[in-house]
């Protein structure tokens, strides 16, 4: 096998369509068709199930793509080496949140680019927030992600750019809305509005309910942080999120937590990333350097 091969194992199962994976590794189709066969028989397994619908991933496909991607990543790295001429290359695939305001993550990527013209950054969210982005890293499908785990990521770099507290979210004709701090208790016989189980706010709030034994109903669940406002300013719940989160929508109102529920925000990588993905990270550290705590107002 060749590292051409690897390249089209790689490109083919991020892809998940010939066409598309030879576009990317600027070969023709029947080329990287014909590395998968190669590479498929000097293993003497089946990489990948393909039918007219398109391509998956075999079980033996998933194990050999994690060692794939390491190669990969091991032979970008010898060529940036012997590049020597300081101009850095490559691409790097970023998951990241599309709803925090204190991060102006435009000005971040387009400084990135800015200095460094020849990276191709891919970004895009996950449907299943931290959990799917930290999934998507580990799996090697993104290099760098932004997350709001509350536990240690084992095996992953990790970089914490900011904690922020939680706050309650509630109508502005809610009979609570006027306190000047509310408990969880008081909130737990409500209808909630909440991100999606899989989320890093949802994920931190759940463990911080079961631990008190608080049980919620969460009718409204939504992919979108940001939104969560202005569907409590309909009155179809209450909410609590991380300050961090919160956009302001009229008719909710923003009540603090009498419990101090923290929610943390950073990013994690793979082991050993890139030059390209060192340096972004290395940006990202530098505009949140120290690491900031909001506090609850």
């Known amino acids: 096998m060749d590292i051409r091969q690897l390249e089209y194992l790689v ?3 991020e892809e998940l369509n ?5 576009d990317r590794v600027y070969a023709a189709q029947s ?8 590479l498929e028989r000097e293993l003497g397994a089946p990489l990948f199930d393909r039918d007219p619908h398109g391509v998956r991933l075999t079980s033996v496909g998933e194990a050999v793509l994690r060692e794939a991607r390491g190669a990969v990543d091991a032979i970008d790295r010898m060529r940036d080496a012997a590049r020597g001429d300081g101009e850095l290359r490559g691409i790097v695939r970023v998951g990241i949140f599309t709803n925090l305001t204190m991060m102006d993550l435009p000005g971040i990527m387009g400084a990135f680019h800015r200095r460094h013209p020849l990276v191709d950054l891919r970004l895009g969210p996950s449907p299943s927030g931290s959990t799917g982005l930290a999934e998507e890293v580990r799996q090697g499908r993104l290099d760098i ?5 509350p536990d240690r990521l084992p095996g992953l770099l990790e970089h914490e750019l900011a904690v922020s507290p939680f706050v309650a979210l509630l109508p502005a004709s809610h009979p609570l809305a006027g306190r000047a701090e509310v408990s969880l208790s008081e909130l737990a016989e ?3 509005v909440d991100a999606r189980e899989g989320f890093g706010n949802r994920v931190t709030l759940d463990r911080e309910l079961a631990a008190r034994g608080i049980v919620r109903h969460v009718p ?10 202005r569907f409590v300013a309909a009155r179809l719940g209450v909410a609590a999120l991380p300050e961090l989160t919160v ?5 909710a109102v923003v009540v603090p937590l009498r419990e101090r529920i923290e929610w943390r925000l950073g990013t994690i990588a793979r082991p050993r990333p890139s030059a390209a993905a060192a340096a972004l990270l ?16």
């Open 18 to 22: 010939f066409t598309r994976a030879a």
């Open 282 to 297: 290395d940006l990202v550290a530098e505009r949140f350097a120290p690491s900031r705590t909001l506090e609850g107002r």
């Open 247 to 251: 956009i302001p929508a009229e008719g």
């Open 11 to 13: 490109a083919v199962a």
């Open 190 to 192: 409500e209808q909630w």
């Open 220 to 229: 409204t669940e939504l992919s979108d942080l940001g939104e969560i406002p």
């Open 145 to 149: 992600a932004f997350v709001g785990l």
């Open 31 to 38: 080329t990287v068709s014909a590395g998968i066969q190669a």
